[in-house]
């Protein structure tokens, strides 16, 4: 059910970030805006609200934090896409540390998946963060939109598929029936 709601919020997510310019050019979207509250502050407030939220729905559902973080900072705190990007890889660190142990302690993880899995994130994060730093911020905003978009449609109108443990995915990967 949480998982329905996620692609819900990824599709009201997308859509946002594809009409901020929009919101902005006219002087309707700018960031939230606080009453007689200091920038730093209101800023402060946002962030933290944004990553308790993060953080809940990472270790909940298993997606990256940037999901959240990403439409948060350039919708609600009116950051360039790039900024919000980099701001959210960075902060999604730790609480993908903490994430990961808790469902390493409970056995949730398949840890000969990780010898695949890693070289790859790793070098395509490297060919990704280049591509990011050397596109506009229009681009990487229509493209992570879109990414959002698919993303969230996909699950709506997805059938559910069999549920594997850790054990079963593990044991078929390395060949063993």
Do not use: H
């Amino acid at each position: 059910m949480c998982f329905r709601y996620f692609a819900q919020y990824l599709v009201f997510a997308s859509l946002l970030l594809l009409v901020q310019p929009l919101f902005q050019q006219l002087q309707l979207f700018g960031g939230v805006q606080m009453e007689g509250m200091d920038l730093k502050v209101r800023n402060s407030l946002i962030a933290t609200l944004l990553g308790l939220v993060t953080g809940s729905v990472t270790g909940l559902v298993g997606v990256g934090g940037g999901t959240i973080m990403v439409p948060g900072m350039t919708i609600l705190m009116g950051f360039a896409q790039k900024t919000a990007q980099g701001t959210a890889l960075l902060a999604s660190i730790a609480p993908s540390i903490v994430s990961a142990t808790t469902y390493i302690a409970s056995g949730n993880f398949v840890p000969s998946l990780l010898f695949g899995i890693l070289p790859g994130v790793s070098v395509g994060s490297l060919v990704g963060a280049n591509i990011a730093v050397r596109s506009q911020d229009g681009f990487l905003r229509l493209f992570c939109a879109s990414v959002l978009l698919l993303s969230g449609l996909r699950s709506l109108l997805s059938t559910k598929r069999p549920v594997q443990t850790a054990e079963e995915v593990d044991g078929k990967w390395l060949g063993v029936p």
